[in-house]
């Protein structure tokens, strides 16, 4: 994994909400997606600055389509994780579980 | 469908990235809050919702460092690039710390906001002036009394009439007096506060009339038809604005007024906005010289200056002083530029101590915020230190501190706008003078706000931009710790003894003020006006035409209130003790001066005061002088008298008499009007119409020789005649004074 393609906690949530969220992923059902998982609800600002992030970084990748009278006619955009994205995310699993590994007796529950 | 908010979603449309990304937010957005007004939901938490995240996305973009170019905007000049930068630093940090930042945003939206008050009443006083075009052509001409006790005494209306045929400096020679009169409508009257102004009045005050015409030379020359000329309020609140007001008539007193016009709105300016309507005046060469009941004003004509037109005035007052000795000896006359008028001859040090204050508000809270932005300046040490590292200058670190402090006092004054504004509305509501009233949040409040979110930042920036000009930026690199060295430092020391000593100089002078005015009114007036009920009743000419039937309804209103269950004594007065009307008038005493002299030596202060025979009795009331006897048995419904005697100075040499004189008959129109309509005729009238008991006018105006009055001399009877009542009472003394005269001579 380069440096740059780094990825934050939160890119990481994102990303994986995308993946969860299959075709359809809009950005309210990714944000959503990543509040159920979590139990928190991400602010607006930091979520869609955090997918502009993963887009100037070429990890995900998004269309546009027309959009529906409840919005007014304005485009709705949906994600796609792309194969970078992809690859950074298994790279970033790996070496969590690697981090992760061998600790269990200490961070395992009591 | 419902809408979002127009303005947040507006500002959403100037903040996120241009092109469909952009827009795509803003159709969740919306997507979102169709879902949330669904249901019949009332509208207001939606769009507080949408408000909050238009908000919040705002700041999130705002202070989101920029990872790559805008591809659809052009590229900026570096020094709005680094404007934009300070500006997105200056957000983060507003992010970073809200507690200081909020504290220094409410401290300064308080200060501000109460600067903004006080520089209202200096507006009203200073800036808004007068209603008269060309203020400086325009003078006021006084009748000043060479003993100086009244140096803006007014002026009787054969010697306007002299003084306009005479001068040649002057033009538009016009007078007016203020008062009551009854509108009837329907056989129910009502009262209107009127202003008797001669043709040429609006002429030399440069005002038009919105509608119609004001008045004309023509209207006030004997046996013209009557006319009237409304006030815009009066206009507008009674009549709806409706533009048939110009033509309709008016009864008002015995006479029926054809209206004729609506005079501007810029009319009402202190006490002008009081007037309903203008009404001719018609001034005889015939009238008593001696009753000075008119107010004078006049236009410069071309070329003429201040000082010429003075001396001109003043030789005529000679002249005149000459060919009437009687009435005019002793008087001069004064020329008072009109722009003068408002306040006092000493106002501008009223003013000039109100500002003072000011200026010491705002330096409080430029201290205060000046050491939290100082402290705060030296929590980011080691950040403006790797900035400087990279090749900041101190300059650009500066000016990042300044455009930080910009920001905050923007939102400040933002906030001390409404602030101010509720401030004034609860003055008003306290507070039933007029000049309350007037008082408005408009462009000059606007600027001095705008001025002030300017100055405070250069101000409360300047100690800390110091402080970095003069740290070491190694020695903080080098320092252990991410945030920097907090350590004590000089600059803070100053600011905050500088703070303490400014608030104690302000809390000192706001303490003696209040001590003051708390001993004002602490002053024993010897005035019981527990359990006291106060209310003013006005007879007119028109129901009443003679003076019989006034006194016969004044009486008889008198004996129903007295059969009143509750009511204990129920008694009426023309003029409230220490409140009411009076006026003063010298008298020479060439006889009798050593008793003179011994009654000065036994009190300054010879009171007598005559109410209502017999009633004084219920009130254990103790006269100094004399006793109740078939003498006053025989007054029925006199006012109070109070002689007052002094020495004669100021270089005259012979003893002199002053008489405070309050009118012993008073005038129909001010009666009460029994069985007619007594209700106030707006809330201000109301407030007004209740007792005041403004004894820090009665101690400054009874004192002889700089001592107060002894306050057994005098007891509430009826309390509560309106100021206009006062005024019109003032104006109408002048009538009885030879025969008063005759009788403080027989006391004597």
């Known amino acids: ?110 | 469908m419902n809408q979002p908010p127009r303005l947040a979603d507006w500002l959403l449309s100037r903040v996120l990235p241009l092109g469909k990304r952009g827009e795509s937010i803003r159709g969740d957005l919306r997507e979102e809050y169709r879902a949330m007004c669904g249901g019949g939901r009332p509208l207001g938490l939606p769009n507080l919702w949408y408000w909050h995240q238009a908000l919040r996305l705002t700041l999130r973009y705002l202070t989101e460092p920029s990872r790559t170019p805008a591809l659809s905007t052009p590229r900026r000049s570096p020094m709005l690039h680094d404007l934009t930068s300070d500006l997105r630093s200056a957000l983060r940090l507003f992010r970073r710390t809200p507690g200081t930042s909020s504290l220094i945003v409410v401290t300064l939206a308080l200060a501000i906001g109460a600067a903004t008050i006080g520089f209202a009443f200096a507006d009203l006083a200073l800036f808004r002036g007068l209603p008269v075009d060309d203020p400086s052509r325009v003078v006021s001409v006084f009748a000043a009394d060479t003993h100086g006790a009244q140096s803006r005494g007014r002026v009787s209306g054969p010697d306007y009439l002299d003084y306009r045929d005479r001068s040649q400096t002057l033009e538009r020679v016009s007078a007016f007096r203020q008062g009551r009169a009854a509108l009837i409508v329907d056989g129910h009257s009502r009262t209107l506060t009127v202003s008797w102004a001669t043709g040429d009045f609006f002429r030399a005050m440069g005002q038009p009339a919105v509608q119609g015409r004001t008045l004309a030379n023509a209207d006030d020359a004997p046996g013209a038809p009557p006319v009237a000329v409304l006030s815009h309020r009066y206009w507008q609140e009674e009549l709806a604005g409706r533009p048939d007001a110009v033509g309709r008539s008016m009864q008002i007193g015995r006479a029926n007024y054809t209206v004729v016009g609506v005079v501007t709105p810029a009319m009402e300016v202190g006490n002008l906005a009081e007037i309903d309507v203008w009404l001719p005046l018609q001034i005889t060469a015939a009238g008593a010289r001696d009753v000075r009941d008119l107010r004078f004003v006049a236009r410069l004509r071309d070329g003429v200056t201040f000082a010429s037109a003075a001396a001109e005035l003043a030789a005529i007052g000679d002249a005149l002083a000459t060919q009437y000795p009687e009435s005019n000896a002793g008087w001069r006359v004064r020329l008072v530029p009109i722009s003068d008028l408002m306040g006092g001859d000493n106002f501008w040090v009223v003013i000039a101590l109100f500002l003072f204050s000011i200026g010491l508000l705002i330096a409080i809270a430029t201290a205060n915020v000046s050491n939290l932005v100082m402290v705060r300046a030296v929590a980011r040490q080691r950040e403006l230190a790797v900035r400087a590292a990279l090749g900041a200058r101190s300059g650009r670190l500066v000016r990042q501190l300044v455009i930080e402090g910009l920001m905050l006092s923007t939102v400040a004054a933002a906030l001390a706008v409404p602030a101010a504004w509720l401030g004034l509305q609860v003055i008003a509501s306290l507070s039933p003078d007029p000049v309350f009233h007037q008082l408005v949040i408009d462009a000059h409040e606007f600027s001095f706000v705008a001025a002030l979110a300017l100055l405070c930042p250069l101000i409360f920036s300047v100690a800390p931009a110091r402080t970095l000009a003069r740290t070491d930026m190694r020695q903080v690199l080098a320092a252990t710790g991410s945030r920097g060295s907090t350590a004590p430092m000089r600059g803070r020391d100053v600011l905050v003894v500088a703070q303490v000593a400014l608030a104690v100089i302000l809390l000192t002078a706001s303490s003696l003020a209040l001590r003051s005015v708390r001993q004002v009114f602490a002053t024993p007036t010897g005035l019981d006006t527990s359990r006291v009920l106060v209310f003013t009743l006005d007879f007119n000419d028109a129901q009443y035409p003679a003076e019989e039937q006034s006194r016969a309804a004044a009486l008889a209103t008198r004996e129903a209130l007295s059969r009143v269950a509750g009511v204990d004594i129920s008694t009426m007065l023309t003029a409230l003790p220490i409140l009411g009307a009076e006026g003063i008038a010298p008298i020479t005493v060439d006889h009798d001066v050593p008793r003179l002299q011994r009654l000065l030596a036994s009190s300054p202060i010879h009171a007598r005061r005559r109410i209502e025979a017999g009633r004084d009795h219920h009130r254990g009331h103790r006269r100094r002088r004399g006793r109740p006897g078939p003498q006053d048995a025989r007054r029925r419904l006199v006012g109070v008298e109070r002689v007052e005697c002094r020495r004669g100075e100021r270089g005259r040499g012979e003893p002199l008499l002053w008489r405070r004189q309050r009118r012993d008959r008073p005038p129909p129109d001010v009666f009460p009007r029994a069985g007619l309509d007594h209700r106030p005729r707006c809330r201000r009238d109301q407030r007004r119409g209740r007792p005041r008991h403004d004894r820090g006018r009665a101690a400054a105006r009874v004192g002889l020789d700089g001592r107060a009055a002894p306050a057994r001399d005098l007891r509430p009877e009826v309390t509560g005649r309106s100021r206009r009542a006062r005024e019109r009472g003032a104006s109408r003394r002048g009538g009885h004074r030879a025969r008063r005269a005759d009788r403080v001579s027989r006391d004597l």
Request: charged share 30%; aromatic share 6%.
């Open chain 1, 1 to 110: 994994m380069g440096g740059r393609n780094f990825l934050g906690e939160f890119e990481q949530r994102v990303l994986l909400a995308i993946l969860r969220c299959g075709d359809g992923a809009h950005p309210i059902e990714v944000r959503r997606e990543v509040m159920r998982a979590t139990g928190h609800e991400p602010s607006r600002g930091a979520f869609y600055t955090t997918l502009d992030r993963l887009d100037a970084k070429q990890l995900v990748r998004w269309t546009t389509e027309a959009g529906a009278e409840k919005r007014d006619g304005l485009p709705q955009r949906t994600f796609v994780v792309t194969p970078e994205g992809l690859r950074a995310l298994r790279a970033s699993r790996k070496a969590l579980l690697e981090l992760w590994s061998g600790l269990d007796g200490i961070l395992s529950e009591q």
